[in-house]
């Protein structure tokens, strides 16, 4: 049973920084590209931040300059440092394991969720 264990969501007040992690027990991890995905209520799921298997980042513009995600492939870990928080930063936030096998198989696990409040 794979499990992506979140942990870091909290109250935080406008300005401030966050930062959360991801424990996820995969026994080839370095192989899937790790992802922070968030919802606000009322609104759809959306991509934050996600990670390579090589190491290369992506981000979403909202977030571009202020998350920065980082992985431990020798922990199986991920963790996304939150700066400058903003109100519209408020959602849950989940974690996000994928992987492509070479069959072209997609291969995908979900966090159970943690919050984040940025308050103004």
């Known amino acids: 049973q794979v499990q992506l264990v979140e942990s870091g969501g909290g109250l935080v007040q406008a300005g401030g920084s966050l930062r959360l992690s991801c424990a996820a027990s995969?026994?080839?991890?370095?192989?899937?590209?790790m992802g922070w995905y968030r919802q606000a209520p009322g609104k759809q799921r959306e991509l934050v931040a996600r990670i390579s298997s090589g190491g290369t980042t992506d981000y979403a513009d909202s977030v571009k300059g202020r998350f920065t995600l980082s992985r431990d492939n020798a922990k199986n870990t991920v963790s996304l440092q939150m700066n400058s928080l903003k109100p519209e930063d408020t959602a849950v936030y989940y974690c996000n394991a994928a992987h492509t096998t070479t069959w072209g198989r997609r291969i995908e696990y979900w966090g159970q969720g943690t919050q984040v409040t940025v308050s103004s």
């Open positions: 995969l026994s080839t991890f370095s192989l899937y590209a």
